[in-house]
């Protein structure tokens, strides 16, 4: 088992910016895809974005494509979620999540959640 801790949300204007940050505990890390998730106020948990092991693929739902950038560095246990030109319908609680496969972390393959962390964007 792998834990994770995110970090880095908060309260931002919309068209701002924030970076969350992911941090993971155990040896599996590197394996594994990565992905983040995010679930809004009575909604349930949505797909934002995944990584592959390696770092080389990546994808996101269609509604971040070209804002959001999602990155990891093996060596530091880091992942990391760049969200520039934030919007109010991106206001939810974010996870990351590891996935039992190397090459993607969709719903259905996701073995550890972090606790969240809130991102909340004004108007």
């Known amino acids: 088992q792998v834990q994770l801790v995110e970090s880095g949300g908060g309260l931002v204007q919309a068209g701002g910016s924030l970076r969350l940050s992911c941090a993971a505990s155990?040896?599996?890390?590197?394996?594994?895809?990565m992905g983040w998730f995010r679930q809004a106020p009575g909604k349930e948990r949505l797909f934002v974005a995944d990584?592959?092991?390696?770092?080389?693929?990546?994808d996101y739902v269609d509604s971040v494509k070209g804002r959001f950038t999602i990155s990891r560095d093996n060596a530091k246990n880091m992942v990391y979620l760049q969200m520039n030109g934030l919007k109010p319908e991106d206001t939810a609680v974010y996870y990351c999540?590891?996935?039992?496969?190397?090459?993607?972390?969709?719903?259905?393959?996701?073995?550890?959640w972090g606790q969240g962390t809130q991102v909340t964007v004004s108007s």
């Open positions: 155990g040896r599996t890390f590197s394996g594994s895809a």
């Open positions: 990584i592959s092991w390696n770092g080389i693929g990546t």
């Open positions: 999540a590891r996935s039992r496969y190397s090459g993607s972390a969709d719903g259905k393959s996701i073995v550890d």
